[in-house]
């Protein structure tokens, strides 16, 4: 059974940089093709997709969030992890780590997701 674990702090401030760890387990994260994604969602809104690294480490970026985002992975501690910079208010949302057999395919795991709040 794989399992997909977010962590991180909860409430981050304004024009801090937020970072989130996924731990999974019950698979590796560089098996081809799997891609690991983040994706997130805020108050009333629909899902974003963030960005991605891939099996081989090859990383993949929103348009909207490239800029501030960076997605790096530790194979040793089979996790992958999450940075967003010069964070704001409308960064607050809950964030879900997955998992998709390809670039193609949906998302066949997720992670409980959790929520961050930014906020001074």
């Known amino acids: 059974q794989v399992q997909l674990q977010e962590s991180g702090p909860g409430l981050v401030k304004p024009s801090q940089t937020l970072s989130l760890t996924c731990t999974v387990s019950?698979?590796?994260?560089?098996?081809?093709?799997?891609?690991w994604s983040w994706i997130r969602q805020s108050p009333g809104k629909g899902l974003e997709w963030m960005g991605a690294i891939a099996y081989e480490g090859n990383d993949y970026y929103s348009p909207s969030l490239k800029s501030r985002t960076s997605i790096s992975r530790d194979t040793s501690k089979n996790q992958f992890s999450l940075q967003l910079s010069s964070v704001t208010p409308n960064d607050t949302a809950v964030y879900y780590c997955t998992r998709s057999l390809s670039w193609f395919s949906g998302y066949d795991y997720w992670g409980q997701g959790t929520q961050v709040t930014v906020s001074s």
């Open positions: 019950g698979d590796f994260i560089t098996p081809a093709y799997y891609y």
